[in-house]
């Protein structure tokens, strides 16, 4: 066997069985140790994170009128499960370079050294495109949403406070958001989470293009279909509102086309590579269709 042949083969790591089970259990447990360390660390400092959490709607609100964004608890525990939920979602995100390092240790061993190449900028762009995601709903969409929601307010709390004795001459009081502080939480985790992971669409398809699953071909093929699964997975994953449903709608369907054209110029690179080896001739690709070539016999 030659030196060339030896980079490209399975690193030097045939176990046992018992040996890789040894391995993961190993790999869970740092990766376990890691989150609740961090879910720790973030229980301490949960307010300014929650705080963070809350501009936007502080701005919306202020906006709109509102003296102020103070949030209540409804129930007396709430305060507590909100810090503890603010703790699990932020040491999540605190502790993913350790788990994600774990993974990879425990993954890469079993893999070509070809491979390891190939599929580490998609772990690298795995992240980057959820804080891409995470921050297009934070700084656009959750702003947009709540100035919208805020709009069915009859009168801002300023003004009930300076015209007190005009709503007693008024048959019907206001209608002013006093807002759970569980609930704004859930929503706007909701709007990061989703956008954080249909964000992921282009690193997933690419992947199974690079890995011959898919091609650029089928995907612009079912594009349609696509466009009604797009339309019913921002349905699911938004609130129930219109808006919220075609910002996403719009943010993920680009996200499709570029998903073609990194997937197309995968398939330029393989073709280019199969040329210079003599596997195909030039005109030729390595995907072409043969449904293509009867249709146009």
Known sequence: MT?????????????PLIEHLTELRTRILWSLLAYVVAIIICFFVWEPIFNFLKAPLCTAMLNNGAPNCDLQYIALQEGFFMAFNISLAAGFVLAFPVIAYQMWRFVAPGLYRTEKNAFLPFLIASPFMFIIGAAVAYY???PLAFNFFLTFQQETASAVAGAAEEMRNQSGGGIVFHGSAQAYLSLAMKFILAFGICFQLPVLLTLMGKAGLITSRSLSRV?????????????VATPPDMMSQVI?????????EVSIFLVRRIE????AQAR??????????????????????
């Open 223 to 235: 594009r349609r279909y696509a466009i009604v699964a797009i339309l019913l997975v921002a349905a």
């Open 140 to 142: 656009v969409v959750v």
């Open 268 to 271: 330029r690179q393989k073709d």
């Open 248 to 256: 996403l709608f719009c943010a993920i369907y680009p996200l499709y």
């Open 276 to 297: 210079a080896e003599g596997i195909i001739g030039d005109g030729e690709s390595l995907y072409d269709d043969p449904a293509d070539e009867t249709e146009n016999a």
């Open 3 to 15: 030196k060339a042949t030896d980079a490209d083969e399975i690193d030097d790591s045939s176990a």
